[in-house]
Nanobody, 128 residues
Framework: VQLQASGGGLVQAGGSLRLTCAAS????????VGWYRQAPGRERELVAA???????NYEDSVKGRFTISRDNAKNTVYLQMNSLKPEDTAVYYC???????????????????????WGQGTLVTVSS
């Protein structure tokens, strides 16, 4: 199973970006997902989350500007970021609980597992 975050870049203040978090692998299914960010010298913080049933939550500073959504058919979660501010500059990470199955090399049966994965970070830079 792999989880990949993408979509970061350089944008001017007031602009928009859409981040993508995609899971790949055989027989995978994404459950709850969180988008985190870490600015230089600061701790990683959770900015948005979406549950398996689609309910969402946002950190106060991004409410009304960021929207998290999911496409279950594509095992993908998006973070639409509008009205970006310089203080949104950070490396953004996605974290997902993923259900998958693998073929056991001992029993030769499919085994179900649930685990937590991090995508690699994607850098968002907002210039003033």
């Amino acid at each position: 199973v792999q989880l990949q975050a993408s979509g970061g870049g350089l944008v001017q203040a007031g602009g928009s970006l859409r981040l993508t978090c995609a899971a790949s692998g055989s027989r995978v299914s994404i459950n709850a997902v969180g988008w985190y960010r870490q600015a230089p010298g600061r701790e990683r913080e959770l900015v948005a989350a979406i549950s398996s049933d689609g309910s969402t939550n946002y950190e106060d500073s991004v409410k009304g500007r960021f929207t998290i959504s999911r496409d279950n058919a594509k095992n993908t979660v998006y973070l639409q970021m509008n009205s970006l501010k310089p203080e949104d500059t950070a490396v953004y990470y996605c974290n997902a609980e993923i259900d998958s199955t693998y073929l056991s090399s001992t029993t030769y049966e499919w085994v179900a597992q649930r685990a937590d994965y991090w995508g690699q970070g994607t850098l968002v830079t907002v210039s003033s």
